[in-house]
């Protein structure tokens, strides 16, 4: 019977929930990385392996990995260092992206680092140099506190030299030759200030994928759809509460089914009203529904980072989210209901959900 | 030989080692790379590029105030500290 895995990052070190095919009881294990700060958390389909992007204040940062489901870790930063003439530095290590052993890490100040051998060394593969906006992201003293610099990767399902990166603030990346060249994917996008770049300057929180030609976004400045891949992009945020928001997913077997957690838009940046609500379009952003069975309703001023939802791949897939405050919520039924599986973990930043045979 | 204290938020990190460790070295930077050679991956957890310390990590050689370059002596006591700091 499959197993269900959910690798869940926080503030105080990467946790672990299992639960198997129907998803309903949950087993909890951690905190794993010492209670390090964990950005992301990912698990290798291909290899088995779990990475956590995380960030010491005491002793920098680091990829931990975890070739027994979170039975034993180890780290390594082998490489993961600017060259010291560049004057750039490596602040923190934000996201991960890892298939059979190859690891793509976004770090800030913005670049990429690769592992070819499972996590162990690492060499940078991209900084983005002269793309546009890049003279203003390699000045420090543009960004601002809790940058994250390359805030997101997400790879190609069958090309490994194909992925998107997501420059905070900046906007999306297409590269199709393994990070030798790049080109930003923006067109459409909405931005409520000044651009210097036509090309860029979009603040996009989280980018999922579909299937092989439509992509949706959540950003800054409302939802957004492309059905080329990114090329180009149109506003879906008619029909839900507020334009801003972190988190998304995208329904593994129903391009046109999509989900969303507005929340407003000023310094708190919790759900509307007290109310936990996740939203859904099952006609590609022409409508929108909430869904709220199982969610609390009344003072819960929850917050949900960007990489903080995820979606599994079952027939019936099951959603999953986790909030700034450290509830994690389940649903076994496509977001129909829901069901509090973990209260009182440390501040939630990333939640990754995989099946496990 | 040197004799260093190391915080207890470094040695989970790296199996093997001690809280207390005794090493031969001419400078704070020369025994971190000895640390180093015997446990891969110890001097990135201490310094940055530079090199330099960390900046939450403090080093103290016989009580005062130590940087990469502080001489060491034979019987010198070295404190290496994780600031205190963080929630």
Known sequence: ?357 | MADLHLPGTLTPLFPGLPRRVEVEAATVDDAISELERQWPGLRDRLCEPGPALRMHIHVYVDRERATLATPLEGRSRVDVIAAISGG
């Open chain 1, 1 to 357: 019977m499959p197993k269900t895995l959910l690798v869940v990052g926080t503030r105080k070190g990467a946790f672990l929930l299992e639960s198997d095919a129907d998803r309903r009881s949950w087993s909890l294990r951690g905190p794993y990385c010492e209670g390090w700060p964990v950005y992301h958390a990912v698990h290798d389909a291909v290899t088995g392996t779990i990475y956590a992007a995380a960030a010491s204040e005491w002793h920098g940062s680091a990829v931990w990995r975890s070739n027994d489901l979170g039975e034993t870790w180890t780290l390594s930063s082998e490489g993961i260092a600017y060259d010291e003439s560049s004057g750039r530095k490596v602040s923190k290590v934000s996201s991960l992206a890892a298939r059979n052993g190859r690891v793509l890490v976004g770090v800030e100040a913005p670049g990429i680092f690769e592992s070819k051998d499972g996590g162990e060394t690492f060499s940078l593969l991209s900084t983005l140099a002269g793309e546009p906006g890049s003279e203003a992201w390699d000045d420090p003293a543009n960004q601002p506190p809790g940058h994250l610099g390359i805030s997101a990767l997400m790879l190609d399902e069958d090309d490994d030299s194909r992925f998107w990166a997501i420059v905070q603030g900046v906007g999306v990346f297409e590269t199709t030759d393994d990070g030798t060249s790049w080109t930003p994917r923006n067109r459409g996008l909405r931005a409520d200030w000044p651009r210097p770049h036509e090309e860029v300057g979009f603040c996009v929180h989280r980018l999922v994928r579909a299937d092989d030609t439509r992509m949706y976004q959540q950003n800054h400045v409302g939802m957004h759809r492309s059905d080329d891949l990114g090329h180009t992009w149109t506003e879906i945020t008619e029909g839900l509460p507020t334009e801003f928001g972190f988190a998304a997913a995208a329904h593994p077997h129903d391009r046109d089914t999509f989900y969303v957690v507005p929340l407003d838009p000023g310094h708190g940046r919790t759900m509307p009203d007290g109310q936990a609500t996740v939203w859904q379009t099952k006609d590609a952003g022409s409508s929108w529904r909430p869904l709220r069975k199982g969610l609390p309703q009344q003072d819960a001023h929850l917050g949900v980072l960007r990489a903080a939802m995820a979606i599994d791949n079952y027939d019936t897939p099951g959603l999953y989210f986790g909030t700034s405050t450290g509830q994690l919520f389940a649903s076994n039924d496509e977001g129909e209901s829901w069901n509090e599986i973990a209260s009182y973990l440390p501040p939630i930043s990333s939640v990754e959900v995989a099946v496990l045979d």
